[in-house]
């Protein structure tokens, strides 16, 4: 069966058929189906197309993109592609891109070029030093429910448990070969070589370390004082919240910040850490599916890091709030609206957390996703989302 990705194909095809000379860069984590999905597109794409690839044992230099981009050029045809795979690993990238891009634009060249990575914080940084104005934007998020049950027949206790890398479902019926795909093929990828490759780790341990508890602790609140103080490696607060950037950036776990009308809170407040796909934390915490399932408490948190991701990953402006012992799950900013948002499962009553923050900001929609009060199930979340 050939699955194909909408989310990212309908975009690229849409922004491609314009015509307009911009180049398109696909950014999302290892393992989602950016390399398939731009395979797929090149085998309908009408013109000359050449793909190429800079993870390579050794990173190929901007001299090896250049000369790549300048064969390109001699391809025939209306308009021929030219697409390059994990663009980030090459050294000055965006300002080697600048350059041939506006050599392409001021001679009029038919060649279009779309761009692939997965590390945000370097894609990010040279964008906006280099590129502004040249591109296009294409988000590559982590597959979810409705994706999942689609193309692999998943329940959503399945979902829950086993996230969404497609690349380790045949391995989902053998607990302990999917829990080494998941850590050995793809976090040692992206914390061993990915990582290290951008920005140098002084300490290796102490990085892991920080990974690992982040995913033992899925939606829960916590200071980075805390987080520090349960590390074996000594380290300060200032490196711990560098390599917390580091991990958002590869997509990993989010830091979510309390919500405050006032700015200055949210950057001072403690994060809550989603991690992005639930595989990492049932992968790491290397307890089986059916066993899992007994633990009430853990699903409950399985469930509550699964909404948590589905909004960071659809790219919605997510906080939660707290008070004292009182919590209202996420806060979701579109604009002037929020919504605030309680996760629950099996009976669970409205909390006090939702009453106060509904009477503190009472132009806030509440939306309560599973349990017994729930406006929104928890297969019509993850289905339609909000």
Known sequence: MTIKRQRILSPLQA??????????????????????????????????KV?????????????????????????????????????????????????????????RRPLRVVLLGSSALLLQRGMQESLAGRFQLIRCPHWGYAECRQAFGWTLDQFLFFGG???????????????NYIQDSLLETVIGRDIPALRSIQHPALFR??????????????????????????G??????????????????????KYSPRAIRVRASSPKLIVRNNALVTALRGVPFDETLKDRAFVGRLVENAVGAALV????????????????????????????IEVTIGGGHPTPGLRIFLKRYPKTRAVRIGGSYADLSLEQFFEHGI
Request: hydrophobic share 45%; with cysteine; proline share 6%.
């Open 313 to 340: 990953n659809a790219e919605e402006t997510v906080f939660y709030w707290s008070e004292r012992d009182k919590e209202v799950d996420f806060i979701v900013q579109r604009g002037e609206d929020i919504l605030a």
């Open 209 to 234: 370390q920080a990974l690992a508890l982040a995913c033992r602790h899925p939606a829960e609140i916590i200071s980075l004082q805390k987080l520090l103080g349960q590390l074996q490696e000594r």
């Open 51 to 107: 793909y190429i690839t800079a993870d390579q044992l050794t990173p190929p230099d901007a001299r090896w993109l250049a000369e790549s981009w300048r064969c390109a050029r001699e391809l025939p045809g209306r308009m021929p592609l030219l697409v390059v795979d994990e663009i980030q690993k090459v050294p000055r990238w965006s300002e080697a891109v600048k350059m041939l891009h506006d050599e392409d634009v001021k001679e």
């Open 236 to 257: 300060s607060i200032n490196t711990l919240a560098s390599y917390l950037e580091l991990i958002a950036g590869a997509f990993l776990v989010e830091p979510v910040r």
């Open 165 to 179: 890398y497609p690349g380790a479902v045949p391995f989902a019926e053998d607990f302990a070969a999917w829990k």
């Open 15 to 48: 922004n491609l058929a314009r015509g307009v000379h911009v180049l398109q860069i696909l950014v999302g984590p290892r393992q989602v189906g950016k390399t398939t999905a731009v395979q797929q597109f090149l085998q309908e794409w009408p013109d000359q």
